[in-house]
């Protein structure tokens, strides 16, 4: 809370959407469900600041870094969006019983570290209402190995659910989860107070989170220096 006015700093929310159409099915659940976040947030005085990542316009950046390791300027000002977010929405096109490449290649490129503890909705479009777990039975596995606290209830949109009022009341319900832990500030203290007893690859969160004391002899020969 800011000490002088006694408002509450905006929480951050990312919307992570990879339809590849403009406008497209995914993009618009993705921002109705952004939409419900900001109006119940407003309902307790708190203020919601939403960035959204087209994952259609960095897609060459995305397969660059999955082949060659090079994070360019577009694709890192997307993983540091998610990185500074309080709460994110990832929502994905259903393609060939899955969620796409192009979804599931950004959150490969990502550190393993990095949406630790964040809460997540998870959102997903298809032309058939065949596809309905796929939120849940292949999305929901990825996430819980970046470690992320996925909401319970998930969505998911067929063409026949866009004017089902069941729709609003599922996104109602994914975005008052996402709310209230985003609210809580789990993530913020997951790291401030229990980051050290989870197992971090060395370099993990851009490298500036490891409990790894690079001065030491072993280290310097280890990096081509010379033992003190």
Request: proline share 5%; net charge negative; hydrophobic share 45%.
């Amino acid at each position: 809370m800011n000490a002088s006015t006694g408002q509450r700093p905006p929480l951050r929310l990312a919307v992570v959407s990879a339809g590849t159409s403009d406008p497209s099915s995914t993009r618009l659940l993705a921002d109705r469900t952004a939409r419900r976040v900001t109006e119940l947030a407003a309902r307790t005085g708190q203020q919601v600041t939403v960035r959204t990542i087209e994952l259609r316009e960095i897609a060459a950046d995305i397969s660059a870094a999955l082949v060659s390791q090079l994070i360019t300027p577009k694709l890192q000002a997307a993983i540091t969006a998610l990185g500074e977010a309080d709460g994110i929405i990832a929502a994905a096109p259903v393609y060939k019983a899955g969620p796409s490449g192009l979804f599931t290649s950004f959150f490969h490129v990502l550190d393993n570290d990095l949406i630790i503890a964040k809460p997540l909705v998870l959102a997903a479009t298809a032309g058939t209402a065949r596809h309905a777990l796929v939120a849940d039975d292949q999305m929901r596995p990825m996430f819980a190995y970046l470690r992320t606290m996925t909401v319970p209830t998930s969505l998911f949109a067929a063409p026949e659910d866009w004017s089902d009022p069941a729709l609003n009341t599922r996104i109602d319900r994914a975005a008052r989860e996402l709310v209230l832990l985003m609210e809580s500030g789990f993530a913020a203290k997951v790291r401030d107070e229990s980051w050290q007893s989870y197992q971090h690859e060395f370099g993990s969160a851009g490298g500036t989170e490891t409990a790894i004391d690079l001065d030491t002899d072993l280290m310097r020969l280890a990096t081509g220096g010379a033992a003190s």
